[in-house]
């Protein structure tokens, strides 16, 4: 095993543990910001459950869905394990984890954005999206 | 700054190696978290890079290994980088909404903002067409251009909205970009900026990013599909390959100075060579896992891949 595997390997474990349990700091609502932080994922996401074909599945009902779950998109394999084996189900603050680090937190995941690094920022967007994904 | 280059050339020792068919495989680590997304190799033979979560544009200079990284400014997040007529390497910074030039020598950064009315485009990537104007996809439904000579900005939207991704222009100075969410490419008029999409036979294929040969066929990275395709524009044929591998995800497409097609597949997590004329594919695994190689450019001898998940920047040396 190469270092770098290691450290994959490493990453996956701690994100494994830190997608459980771990509440969301308190902070006031900023839905302006969390419509702008949306942008960043607009490319590749609906909201529309009825839009499919898009690179990254539909956030329509995104909320207590397990990962990797939706029949009609093509996740990784990372994804759909994350979902069948390891439990993980999309909360607020399973998201933020996952936001603030997709690669480091769920190596192997085909999602090709940097994260949000700002904690404002997530907070907001998990709040747009609370609203907009029902 | 002497930490890098130490590290740097112990990789020079270390990491070369053989592959096979006459290419060398050369591995250069960057500083930690430099997640390079986009790379322009420079005429002076150095390698600009597109760091998004440093907000910078990284320089490496392959003959000791020394890297720097130079600030774009606040809010920066850059993606694609291209070297242009004026030797100068042209940036879509996504986080700044804008194109940004950085002079080669004084490292000075320049900033030529969207519109305000246009709102978040999510740049992707820029090109420069034969009359050294610069064009640019943005992921959130635009494309547009840009005169650095008058600064003078056009921003056009693009069919079906979201998904303008990879641009390139071929050796005529026409334009083509790719829409991933769209799933086609489309050719620009240089004169009016109008778009005529032009599709490839695979429905919902997923065209991520573009590039010419030598001939002016325009080859296609599709990511949903799994697969490359050549469009001919003068007999408007397709042609389209599997890439090898049990579930390809064709992310990048290069082609070289002698038409070998390089392509990018974060499903094998390699690099993938493309003979046309015997249509046989080499594949050459990444050394590390996860590798997610976003683009490729080259310069004759060299392809360049920078690897996004390993903090590295990798050439593949052909001659």
């Known amino acids: ?134 | 700054m002497r930490q890098f280059l130490v590290v740097g050339l112990t990789a020079l020792l270390a990491s070369a190696a053989p592959a096979g068919a006459g290419t060398e495989i050369q591995e250069f680590p960057l500083p930690a978290g430099a997640y390079p997304h986009d790379l322009a190799p420079a005429p002076d033979g150095s390698v600009w890079y597109t760091s998004q979560p440093r907000g910078a544009l990284g320089r490496l200079d392959p003959a000791t290994g020394k890297v720097e990284q130079i600030p774009l400014g606040d809010g920066s997040a850059p993606h694609g980088v291209i070297v242009g007529p004026d030797g100068a390497p042209w940036i879509t910074d996504g986080g700044l909404n804008a194109i940004v030039r950085v002079d080669p020598r004084s490292r000075e950064v320049g900033r030529f903002s969207l519109p305000e009315g246009r709102g978040y485009a999510n740049l992707n990537t820029p090109t420069f067409d034969g009359r050294g104007r610069l064009w640019f996809t943005g992921q959130n439904g635009i494309y547009g251009s840009l005169d650095p000579r008058t600064g003078d900005m056009r921003v056009f939207d693009a069919p079906r909205g979201r998904g303008p991704y990879g641009i390139a222009a071929t050796p005529d100075g026409s334009v083509y970009f790719a829409s991933l969410a769209g799933s086609y490419i489309a050719r620009i008029d240089l004169e009016t900026g109008r778009a005529t999409v032009i599709e490839p036979p695979t429905p919902k294929q997923g065209a991520r990013r573009v590039w010419s040969d030598t001939k002016g066929q325009v080859w296609v990275s599709e990511w949903n599909s799994g697969q490359v395709s050549r469009y001919d524009p003068r007999s408007g044929n397709w042609k389209t390959w599997k890439l090898p591998g049990a579930r390809p995800r064709t992310y990048a497409v290069y082609v070289d100075e002698r038409d070998a097609v390089w392509l990018s597949d974060w499903g094998a997590n390699a690099i993938v060579r493309f003979d046309p004329a015997t249509e046989r594919f080499q594949v050459f695994p990444a050394s590390q896992a996860n590798a997610h190689v976003r683009q490729l450019l080259g310069r004759p001898g060299e392809v360049w891949a920078p690897e996004s998940g390993t903090d590295r920047l990798v050439v593949y040396r052909t001659r």
Do not use: N
């Open chain 1, 1 to 134: 095993m190469s270092p770098g595997r290691g450290r994959h390997v490493t990453a996956g474990l701690i994100g494994c543990a830190v997608f459980t349990g771990i509440a969301l700091a308190a902070a006031p609502p900023d839905p302006a910001r969390g419509a702008r932080a949306f942008a960043k994922c607009y490319a590749c996401h609906s909201l529309d459950p009825a839009e499919t074909g898009l690179p990254g599945p539909t956030l329509h009902g995104l909320f207590g869905r397990r990962a990797g779950s939706l029949p009609d998109y093509e996740f990784s394999e990372a994804m759909v394990e994350a979902g069948r084996r390891q439990g993980l189900v999309w909360t607020p603050e399973t998201l933020d984890r996952f936001l603030a680090d997709p690669e480091g937190t769920l190596p192997g995941t085909l999602m090709g954005f940097v994260g949000l690094r700002d904690a404002a920022e997530r907070r907001a967007l998990i709040e747009y999206l609370q609203r907009a994904t029902r």
